[in-house]
């Protein structure tokens, strides 16, 4: 499906699930535009979930105005954003992407019980043994991935990758304030009944100042796994508010050969339901 045409923009890519625009007279800023496209395991679904790109535009908004000590990419003045996008775009500054997918996990559960069950580790951080999937870890952890190219799998990287990346000066700036934020984001959902077992944050530095700038969405439901507090103290784990429901159904339906089968109706709208009822426990 081709990228909407927007007066006084040029459209520059396409990601996944996002679109990203210039304007015609540069001036340092872009325009994120989030689309109700899924993906699962790097691959775009059919058929898209009604709404997603408006709730969780929403749901960065809310967060970036919640972690106010950490610089973000958000433009202050949102006027410019076209009306024809306007629920579902963010008019942000450009910045020199890191190329480091900065994952936190409060939980172990998803890759990183995999990972955990070959070696003992999560990206190099050793962990005790016997855990099980969804046990709460002794502490976060810090467990990065490399940002592949378009289409291709984030593969998950040591810290010591990440100094060989980026510099070790920025390497801990990424690992310190991705856990800051995490424990931040932790204590505020727990208040609300939710437990944010993992979350993915990216980051920039601005051109001009070189400052560490928080980037792209922030504590989505496509970039955290939310689960229900109440739930997971009776026992039952990983009742969650994001994509977990269609992760789970493609996995059940297709071997990752030749195209992934178009996603039923009643796995569309209950995701679509638990989009809106983590915005709405979060935000309201």
Same mark, same amino acid.
């Given at each position: 499906m081709s990228a909407p045409q927007l007066p006084g923009?040029? =459209?520059? /890519?396409?990601?996944?699930? %996002?679109?990203?625009? %210039?304007?015609?007279? /540069?001036?340092?800023? *872009?325009?994120?535009v989030a689309t109700d496209r899924v993906s699962a395991f790097d691959v775009v679904l059919t058929p898209a979930i009604p709404g997603k790109g408006a709730l969780l535009t929403r749901l960065s908004r809310w967060w970036f105005e919640h972690l106010p000590d950490v610089p973000n990419h958000l433009v202050a003045d949102q006027s410019a954003v076209p009306r024809a996008v306007r629920d579902r775009a963010m008019l942000v500054r450009s910045? =020199? *992407? =890191?190329?480091?997918?900065?994952?936190? %996990?409060?939980?172990?559960?998803?890759s990183g019980l995999l990972e955990y069950r070959r070696t003992g580790a999560v990206c190099g951080v050793a962990l005790p043994a016997g855990l099980q999937d969804g046990d709460r870890l002794p502490e976060p952890i810090f467990t990065p991935a490399f940002k592949a190219e378009p289409g291709e799998h984030d593969p998950n990287i040591t810290f010591d990758e990440v100094v060989a990346l980026v510099g070790s000066e920025t390497a801990a700036g990424l690992r310190d304030t991705s856990l800051h934020m995490y424990a931040t984001a932790e204590r505020i959902s727990r208040e609300r009944g939710l437990l944010l077992a993992d979350t993915k944050f990216e980051f920039g530095d601005d051109p001009v100042t070189g400052e560490l700038v928080l980037a792209d969405e922030v504590l989505t439901s496509d970039s955290s796994r939310y689960w229900d507090a109440a739930a997971y103290d009776e026992g039952r784990r990983g009742v969650g508010f994001d994509k977990q429901i269609v992760r789970d159904w493609i996995q059940e339906h297709w071997d990752g050969k030749g195209s992934p089968p178009v996603l039923p109706p009643e796995i569309v709208t209950q995701t679509a339901a638990r989009y809106a009822e983590l915005v709405d426990r979060l935000v309201s």
């Open positions: 923009w040029r =459209h520059v /890519a396409s990601g996944k699930v %996002r679109e990203l625009y %210039r304007p015609q007279v /540069a001036d340092g800023t *872009m325009l994120l910045l =020199h *992407m =890191h190329p480091v997918e900065c994952v936190v %996990r409060g939980y172990l559960t998803g």
